[in-house]
């Protein structure tokens, strides 16, 4: 059993930064897709960042100014956010996937609120 605990969710002015960090309960580098997606109210979840055998890919909505990092000695993937904006606001979710054709896993989320 997998388990991803994501941390660093909070309430940040827009224009701010914040990082989020997912924890995996086993070695981080043995992930075929490691990742972040959010899900904002009303709206279906959406990719953020993933690394996905070795290539790194962005949702439209990462715009230049998040950075998705993984650590393989610490066995974590953060999420450096920056210029964020009030449509930033969700639940952030870690995502990983052992093998191509298995199953994921999901984190429990951390919120996310970009307000003044």
């Known amino acids: 059993q997998v388990q991803l605990v994501e941390s660093g969710g909070g309430l940040v002015q827009p224009g701010g930064s914040l990082r989020l960090s997912c924890a995996a309960s086993?070695?981080?580098?043995?992930?075929?897709?490691v990742g972040w997606y959010r899900q904002a109210p009303g709206e279906q979840r959406e990719l953020v960042a993933k690394?996905?055998?070795?290539?790194?890919n962005y949702g439209g909505s990462a715009g230049g100014r998040f950075e998705i990092i993984r650590d393989n000695a610490k066995n974590t993937v953060d999420l450096q956010m920056s210029s964020l904006k009030p449509e930033d606001t969700a639940v952030y979710y870690c995502y990983g996937q052992l093998y191509p054709t298995s199953s994921g896993y999901w984190g429990q989320g951390t919120q996310v609120t970009v307000s003044s």
């Open positions: 086993r070695n981080i580098a043995s992930f075929y897709v």
């Open positions: 690394i996905s055998s070795g290539t790194m």
